[in-house]
């Protein structure tokens, strides 16, 4: 028995939902992953505004 097109629908939201679940928890650890030398830039104290 082939799914049916609503079949296809109903898998690609619950994949794009888990997709989206996944980049919200944990999009930081994986941009750390991927680039590590932008995300480990740090700031001068004596150039933060207060």
Do not use: F, K
Request: proline content about 6%.
């Amino acid at each position: 028995m082939n799914p049916r097109w609503h079949d296809w629908v109903i898998a690609a939201a619950i994949t794009a939902l888990a997709a989206i679940g996944v980049a919200a928890l944990w999009g930081q650890e994986i941009a750390a992953v991927l680039d590590p030398a932008e995300n480990s830039q740090e700031t001068d104290p004596g150039s933060v505004r207060r």
